[in-house]
T-cell receptor, first 115, second 111 residues
Framework: TQLLEQSPQFLSIQEGENLTVYCNSS?????LQWYRQEPGEGPVLLVT?????EVKKLKRLTFQFGDARKDSSLHITAAQPGDTGLYLC???????????????FGKGTKLSVIP | DTGVSQNPRHKITKRGQNVTFRCDPI?????LYWYRQTLGQGPEFLTY????????KSRLLSDRFSAERPKGSFSTLEIQRTEQGDSAMYLC?????????FGPGTRLLVL
């Protein structure tokens, strides 16, 4: 069983469209990160959220952390071909759980933005 | 740029050989992590160092795997008697507090 479920797994959209990617869990996370990964490269950090209900914006990207700190979403407005990549959410479990410092990753959402 | 660096970037080896990878973290980051990523999956945690102490090891880290961080700076990950199932991207990350920054990874192919 995957601790962090990401949906959709694959997404192909036209340039200019909006999209939302979801990251869900039954566990509570003390923090959650979103990364983007290009083929053959390591994940590149986009954002860290730590407070339940927190919303962060990064240009056309909006990240939200659920009130209960069990889920998160990434919304992209007016997608561009440069947004193409694998989007990964990763969380750190609350300190009282096992493995406080390790990141638990979802399988990722593979986004293709067609010009 | 003083991000996390990893060497080599690619490694092809024959089954049964030993391989060693190196990770240089962001300077002054006291925490260092190793992850493994296979095709179609997110990275999976292998092990974690705080300074030179190895504080956590995943059950994925079999006895053929060993990691060191002798002076609390760079780290090495060695795989002995490689198997085809070891083929993966090996990622290193470092942090000062909670947020981890990843290196470009070492892609291992075991023939």
């Amino acid at each position: 069983t995957q601790l962090l479920e990401q949906s959709p797994q694959f997404l192909s959209i036209q340039e200019g469209e909006n999209l939302t990617v979801y990251c869900n869990s039954s566990s509570v996370f003390s923090s959650l990160q979103w990364y983007r990964q290009e083929p053959g490269e390591g994940p590149v950090l986009l954002v860290t959220v730590v407070t339940g209900g927190e919303v962060k914006k990064l240009k056309r990207l909006t990240f939200q952390f659920g009130d209960a700190r069990k889920d998160s979403s990434l919304h992209i407005t007016a997608a561009q071909p440069g947004d193409t990549g694998l989007y990964l959410c990763a969380g750190t479990l609350t300190p009282s759980g096992a493995g406080s410092y390790q990141l638990t990753f979802g399988k990722g959402t593979k986004l293709s933005v067609i010009p | 740029d003083t991000g996390v660096s990893q060497n080599p970037r690619h490694k092809i080896t024959k089954r049964g050989q030993n391989v060693t990878f190196r990770c240089d973290p962001i300077s002054e980051h006291n925490r260092l992590y190793w992850y493994r990523q296979t095709l179609g999956q997110g990275p999976e945690f292998l092990t974690y160092f705080q300074n030179e102490a190895q504080l956590e090891k995943s059950r994925l880290l079999s006895d053929r795997f060993s990691a060191e961080r002798p002076k609390g700076s760079f780290s090495t990950l060695e795989i002995q008697r490689t198997e085809q199932g070891d083929s993966a991207m090996y990622l290193c990350a470092s942090s000062r507090w909670g947020t981890q920054y990843f290196g470009p990874g070492t892609r291992l192919l075991v023939l």
